[in-house]
C-alpha cells in the first residue's frame, strides 16, 4: 500500500502549528451578546424565591418559562432538564440564563436564590434509586465454585476523573431563518443537533450545528455540548442576536460530567494450577442526579468484567444508582477501566495467593480462538490476546527485570486488557451510520459528522479514501462536520470512527473508482455531472446480540493491549515514580503509524494520571479542587519512557483490517502499576494509589504481620 500505513502529514496540522486554526472562542459575529448560567448552590431541594441584585437593563434574562419546546436534554432518557423548574438535583445545576453586550458587566451581575434544602444522597451504595440493571450469566456459578481449590473475594474502588481538556466548553448560538445555527467545540453534532430540536420545538430544517476547531475531548464533549448549546440556543431565540457562551475552567470543571466511580466486588475460583472455574462480580457505578448516559457505560463496563479470559461459569451483576452530585457521563474508556481494573489486580492476588507467576496464570486462561467471553461471543481468528501478553514480556525484558528489582524499591506489574470496538451490542444498526463520498474536479471529498478532535481522524479517513480510489492523498478533501452538508455518521465515541466509518468510506470509494473507470474526476464530472455516493451501516451477518440477555456478539471485534510498568517508590514519602511502560498493542491495521502510536502514548499517560495522580474532592456534593492549580495530572516530567509496539492481527470487516484504538490503552495503565505496587507488597485497591494509600497498604501489613506473630505466640 502506498498510502495507508504511511505517516502522512495531518489534514490540519500546519493550520495548528502555525496558530491559524480558529477554536470557538476565536469567532466573533455581528452584534454578538455574551451568555452565562446561574447554577444552583445546594445539592438538593427546591427553588424558593429569586432576587435580581443588578439593573437589569440591556441584560436577556429568562428561566424555564421561556423554553419553547420540551424542557429537557434530550439524550437517552428525558430526566434532565435545562433549566430547573423547582426541583434542585445537585449543586451547579443550571436553573437562570443572562446575556449581556458586556463581558464583565455580565459577570459581575448578582442573583440571590433561597432555597428549601432536603437531605441528598452522596453514598451511592446507599442510593434507593437505580439508574440500570444489567445481569450477564454464563454456566453454573455454584458448580464452578464446587470445582475451585481456592476462592478468592476482593473489593475494588474507583473515583472520579476530570476529563482536563486543554479547551472548555464552548459554543455560539446564532438566530437566523425562523431557526438556530449553533457553531461548537463538541464530539457530537447530531447530538446537539436533536437536543434542539426538542428544546426549541423546531423541524429538521430549522437547526444546524457546526463543528468547529475542537481541543481535546475525551467523552468530555459527546453529551455535555448539548446542555451548553441549548442554554446559548435560549438567549439567542430571546434576545434575537448571536450568544457566546465560554466556560471558564473552574465552571468546566465543577459543573461537568466526569468519569463514574465505581465498586467492584470480585469473588473468584480457581485451580491449583491457576484455572479459572468461577467468576462472580458486583459492579456498582455512581450515575449523579441525572441517567444521562449512565445506562450504556454500565453496559461496556459489565461486558468487559471478567476481561480478555474465559471461563465456563460467570455471573456478573451490575447497576447505576443516582446521587445528588452533578451527573457523570462519557469519559475515555467508557466503563471498561474501572471494571478491568478491577479484574486485573485479581489476577494477581490469585496469582499470589497460589504462588504463581503472574504471565503464566494469564497464559492460563486467557481468550483464544473459539473460546467465548462472558456474553458467550465466540472468538475468532483476530483475537490476540496471548500474542500482546508474550510480546510485551519479551520486549520489556520481563523476568530478568523481576528478578533485578527484588530486594530493591523498585517494582514491574503487567496488565492484560481488552476493548470492544464500535458501539455496544445492537448499538450500531440503531445507529443505521451514513457516509458519504462526493467527486470533485480533483478528487473526492469526505462528507462525514465525525468529528477532528485531536485523534487524527481528516487524516485517517482520507488515508483510506485516497488508499481505495487510487489517487493522491492530497486530492481528498474533508469537509467540516455541519448537519446542513454532511450525513448522520454518528458519534464521534466508542473506538468507532475508524473502523465503522472507515469501512463506510471504503465502500463508498470502492463504487466511486468503479464508476470513474479510467476517466479522471474533472472528466466524469464534465460529461456526468455531479456525483456522491452514500453508504449505511450494514451489520455483519455473524453478529448476533440478544438486548433483553445480554447474550451474543457485544462487539464486532476487540483491540487488546498488554502493559508492563516499571515504578520506584520513594521509601520516605511513598511517591510512586513510573520509569518505563511497555506496552504491546493490537490495532488491526495501523492506518496512520505515528498517530496510532500518539493515541496510545496520550492514553497510557492519561490512565497513569487515573492511577496515581488524580483526585476529585467532593464537598457536600461539588468539586471543591476545580482548578489546575489543585487538580493534578501528569506533566512531561511525569511521563516514563513509553515503549510502544503495534501488532496487526486483522479483522475482516474493518477497513484494510483496522479496529478501535483509541480507548485501549487507557485500560491497562493503572492495573499495571497497581500490580507493580503489590509486587513491592503494596496491596492497593482503591484509585488513585496516592502516596497516603501506599503508607496506609505499610501499615495494614505491618499490623497484619503483628497479629499474626500475637497468634503464632
Known amino acids: 500500500m502506498k498510502i495507508v500505513g504511511r505517516n502522512l502529514l495531518r489534514k490540519e496540522g500546519m493550520k495548528k502549528v502555525s496558530g491559524k486554526a480558529q477554536y470557538i472562542d476565536d469567532f466573533s459575529f455581528p452584534g454578538m451578546i455574551y451568555g452565562r448560567t446561574i447554577r444552583s448552590s445546594i445539592p438538593c431541594g427546591e427553588v424558593a424565591a429569586i432576587e435580581f441584585k443588578f439593573d437589569k437593563k440591556g441584560f436577556t434574562t429568562l428561566d424555564y418559562r421561556d423554553i419553547p419546546g420540551k424542557n429537557v436534554v434530550a439524550l437517552i432518557e428525558d430526566d434532565q432538564p435545562c433549566l430547573v423548574e423547582k426541583k434542585v438535583q445537585h449543586q451547579e445545576e443550571p436553573i437562570l440564563l443572562l446575556a449581556h453586550p458586556d463581558r464583565e458587566k455580565l459577570l459581575q451581575a448578582e442573583v440571590k436564590i433561597s432555597y428549601k434544602q432536603e437531605t441528598p444522597i452522596f453514598d451511592f451504595e446507599k442510593s434507593p434509586k437505580v439508574f440500570k440493571k444489567i445481569l450477564i450469566e454464563k454456566g453454573d456459578l455454584q458448580v464452578g465454585f464446587a470445582e475451585s481449590d481456592l476462592i478468592l473475594e476482593g473489593e475494588y474502588r474507583t473515583g472520579h476523573q476530570e476529563h482536563l481538556y486543554i479547551e472548555t466548553n464552548g459554543v455560539i448560538a446564532i438566530p437566523e431563518n425562523g431557526g ?7 464530539q457530537c453534532p447530531y447530538y446537539v443537533h436533536k437536543a434542539l430540536k426538542v428544546l426549541l420545538n423546531l423541524p429538521d430544517e430549522k437547526v444546524r450545528v457546526i463543528h468547529v476547531e475542537t481541543g481535546g475531548a475525551f467523552g468530555g464533549k459527546e453529551e455535555y455540548p448539548s446542555m451548553i448549546a441549548c442554554h446559548a440556543a435560549l438567549l439567542a431565540v430571546k434576545s434575537g442576536k448571536p450568544v457566546k457562551m465560554i466556560y471558564d475552567r473552574a465552571e468546566d470543571m465543577a459543573a461537568t460530567t466526569k468519569r463514574h466511580p465505581g465498586i467492584i466486588r470480585h469473588k473468584t475460583g480457581v485451580r491449583k494450577n491457576g484455572e479459572l472455574t468461577a467468576v ?18 454500565l453496559s461496556r463496563g459489565a461486558i468487559h468484567a471478567a476481561g480478555p479470559y474465559f471461563c465456563e ?4 451483576t451490575a447497576r447505576v444508582v443516582m446521587t445528588n452530585t452533578p451527573p457523570n457521563g462519557a469519559f475515555r474508556g467508557f466503563g471498561a477501566p474501572q471494571t478491568q481494573f478491577a479484574m486485573e489486580s485479581q489476577m494477581d492476588r490469585m496469582a499470589e495467593a497460589l504462588s504463581l507467576d503472574p504471565v503464566k496464570i494469564r497464559e492460563k486462561n486467557v481468550l483464544k480462538k473459539g473460546l467465548t467471553t462472558a456474553t458467550g461471543q465466540v472468538m475468532e481468528d483476530d483475537c490476540s490476546a496471548l500474542t500482546v501478553l508474550q510480546e510485551a514480556v519479551k520486549r520489556s525484558d520481563y523476568y530478568r527485570k523481576v528478578r533485578t528489582y527484588k530486594g530493591t524499591n523498585k517494582g514491574i506489574g503487567l496488565s492484560l486488557v481488552f476493548h470492544g470496538s464500535g458501539f455496544t451490542g445492537s448499538g450500531e444498526v440503531y445507529l443505521a451510520s451514513k457516509a458519504a463520498l462526493e467527486l470533485t474536479k480533483n478528487g473526492a471529498r469526505i462528507l462525514v459528522s465525525s468529528t477532528e478532535i485531536g485523534q487524527g481522524t481528516r487524516t485517517m479517513l482520507a488515508q483510506i479514501v485516497a488508499e481505495t480510489m487510487g489517487i493522491h492523498y492530497e486530492q481528498v478533501e474533508v469537509q467540516e462536520a455541519d448537519t446542513n452538508l454532511v450525513p448522520n455518521s454518528g458519534p464521534t465515541v466508542a473506538s468507532r470512527t475508524c473502523m465503522i466509518i472507515g469501512k463506510l468510506l ?14 479522471s474526476p474533472k472528466e466524469y464530472l464534465k460529461k456526468y455531472g455531479p456525483l456522491v455516493i452514500t453508504k449505511q451501516y450494514e451489520k455483519p451477518p455473524e453478529i448476533e446480540w440478544d438486548d433483553e440477555h445480554y447474550q451474543g456478539a457485544a462487539y464486532g471485534t476487540y483491540g487488546y493491549e498488554c502493559s508492563i510498568a516499571e515504578i520506584e517508590v520513594n521509601p520516605i514519602i511513598y511517591g510512586i515514580r513510573v520509569n518505563r511502560v511497555t506496552t504491546a498493542v493490537d490495532v488491526g491495521k495501523a492506518i496512520h503509524p505515528i498517530l496510532a502510536k500518539g493515541q496510545i502514548e496520550g492514553g497510557m499517560v492519561q490512565g497513569l494520571g487515573y492511577a496515581l495522580l488524580e483526585q476529585v474532592e467532593m464537598k457536600d456534593g461539588k468539586m471543591t479542587n476545580s482548578q489546575l492549580t489543585n487538580y493534578i495530572i501528569p506533566t512531561t516530567c511525569d511521563t516514563p519512557i513509553l515503549d510502544v509496539v503495534l501488532l496487526e492481527k486483522s479483522y475482516r470487516h474493518g477497513p484494510f483490517g483496522a479496529k478501535g484504538l483509541a480507548e485501549l490503552p487507557l485500560d491497562g495503565a493503572a492495573p499495571a502499576v497497581v500490580n507493580a505496587l503489590r509486587i513491592l507488597g503494596h496491596d492497593i485497591r482503591e484509585l488513585p ?16 504481620d503483628q497479629r499474626a506473630l500475637s497468634i503464632g505466640r
Do not use: H, W
Not at 462472580?280 to 457505560?297: N, R
Not at 461459569?313 to 456478573?316: A, D, F, L, Y
Open 180 to 186: 438556530i445555527t449553533i457553531y461548537g467545540s463538541m
Open 280 to 297: 462472580e462480580i458486583d459492579f456498582l457505578l455512581d450515575g449523579g442526579a441525572y441517567a444521562t448516559l449512565s445506562a450504556v457505560v
Open 313 to 316: 461459569n460467570i455471573q456478573i
Open 506 to 519: 471504503q465502500r463508498c470509494a470502492e463504487e466511486m473508482r468503479e464508476k470513474l473507470g479510467k476517466k
Open 689 to 704: 494509589a496516592a502516596p497516603e494509600r501506599v503508607l496506609e497498604s505499610l501499615l495494614s501489613r505491618s499490623n497484619i
